[in-house]
């Protein structure tokens, strides 16, 4: 099948006639085409057809080429239709960092749980946490906001305003637990992490929903070229491990807290 | 039998009633170098430099009215035709090269609605898995109409 594959659609066409017919059938004309220099594989790629017709057409035309072979129907999974919000690449970037540390968020709830639980303050545990707070939410991921992609927004509005405020309690959210957990206060710890995780959930929607696709539309495509560099080089000036470190310690506190739970907690 | 929606024959009436657009004043050409066809560019031509870079399906210009200016203003270009050119292997490597030599800053690809234009987009797709550097990439669709049916980034 590869073979047919790579070879131009005409001479797939003169070789199996009917694969012209089921083509065709799904309005890729090419039959009457006088270049049909195009290869079947891109054909079918390009012209885009929903994953399950696509399977049924390349099923179809195999079939016809090899009417003897024993040809499997490749099972396709319904896609789900997602809302298209269209970020673009720089946004995407701060868009899928969220997605980190929404997952840290959540892992917060167990965290909490731990420390409701326990008499001792796991305290190892959640100055990790923090950690990742300081270093992937805040100097790897606000900074390129602060630093860089607020620079093509007009600084003196409100909603920027709100934004750098909302970075700025969150800091002082995490000062306040690291100094309880020094001295040992439970309620204070509970009740910081718990306004961080309520705070960070808020913000991340606003920038999500509302923040990036309103600077998204105000930016020029070399102003799009531009922040993506500049991320690119924030990036690199912290070094690959920054990332890799913090999302194996997310990946170390999935497994925790799933043990924790398949044990019967 | 309705053939390759690529090469199919239409015409399209134009009615004298219709809007069609300010026909007052001359507007300047926005082309800002010279080659533009793929084969002939050097990627280590200076207008390339840093550039934000349009790459056109060559039946795009025609079909579009104000190309020059929404489309080429402050860019540079280069046009290919997916169906037609031979040698495409180059383009791919010239994409490349545009990349991680010329350090462009963007990648736009526009082409016509027909579904063979998408070898277009595939192939600036294989320039920029090639390259190291990493670019954002846009795609423009344009109708056999001249609008602009979408306009993403990939
Ligand atoms: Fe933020
Ligand atoms: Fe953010």
């Known amino acids: ?265 | 039998m309705q053939g390759c929606p690529g090469s199919r024959t239409q015409s399209f009436e134009k009615k004298d009633q219709e809007v069609t657009g300010d026909e007052a004043g001359r507007r300047p050409s926005e082309l800002r170098q010279w080659p533009v066809q793929m084969h002939l560019v050097s990627p280590q031509a200076p207008y390339f430099e840093k550039a934000d870079v349009l790459l056109a399906a060559d039946c795009v210009p025609f079909a579009m009215a104000d190309f020059h200016k929404d489309f080429l203003k402050g860019n540079a270009l280069t046009i290919a035709c997916p169906k037609l050119d031979s040698n495409q292997e180059i383009y791919v490597q010239k994409i490349a090269a545009l990349i991680d030599e010329a350090s462009i800053n963007t990648l736009t690809v526009m082409i016509m609605q027909v579904p063979c234009c998408g070898g277009l987009l595939a192939l600036a797709k294989d320039g920029i898995e090639k390259a190291e550097r990493k670019i954002p990439l846009k795609v423009v669709v344009v109708s056999l109409q001249g609008e602009v049916l979408s306009e993403d980034w990939a």
């Open chain 1, 1 to 265: 099948m590869q073979d047919f594959l790579n070879m131009s659609i005409k001479e797939v066409i003169e070789k199996h006639p009917g694969v012209g017919s089921l083509l065709e059938e799904y309005d890729i004309g090419c039959v009457p085409c006088t270049v049909a220099t195009c290869l079947l594989k891109d054909i079918v790629t390009i012209h885009n057809l929903p994953k399950k017709d696509e399977a049924i057409l390349m099923y179809s035309i195999e079939k016809e080429i090899y009417p003897d072979r024993d040809v499997k129907l490749k099972e396709v999974v319904e896609e789900e239709k997602k809302e298209e919000l269209g970020y673009s690449p720089p946004m995407q970037q701060l868009v899928d960092e969220h997605v980190h540390i929404k997952q840290m968020i959540a892992y917060i709830a167990n965290v909490l749980e731990l420390v409701a639980q326990d008499e001792k303050i796991d305290k190892d545990l959640i100055l990790d946490v923090v950690r990742f707070i300081r270093e992937y939410a805040d100097k790897y991921h606000h900074a390129k906001e602060e630093d860089i992609l607020f620079d093509y927004t007009d600084k003196s509005l409100e909603i920027i305003n709100v934004i750098l405020e909302d970075h700025v309690t969150a800091r002082g959210h995490i000062k306040a637990v690291v100094d309880a957990v020094e001295t040992g206060n439970k309620e204070k710890i509970v009740d910081h992490l718990t306004a961080y995780q309520s705070l960070l959930t808020e913000h991340i929607r606003k920038e999500d929903e509302i923040l990036f696709p309103w600077i998204d539309r105000g930016l020029t495509t070399r102003q799009v070229g531009e922040i993506y560099q500049k991320f690119a080089q924030a990036n690199q000036e912290l070094g690959e491990n920054l990332p890799e470190r913090n999302l194996d310690f997310l990946e170390s506190l999935n497994s925790k807290f799933q043990q924790q739970h398949q044990g019967g907690n």
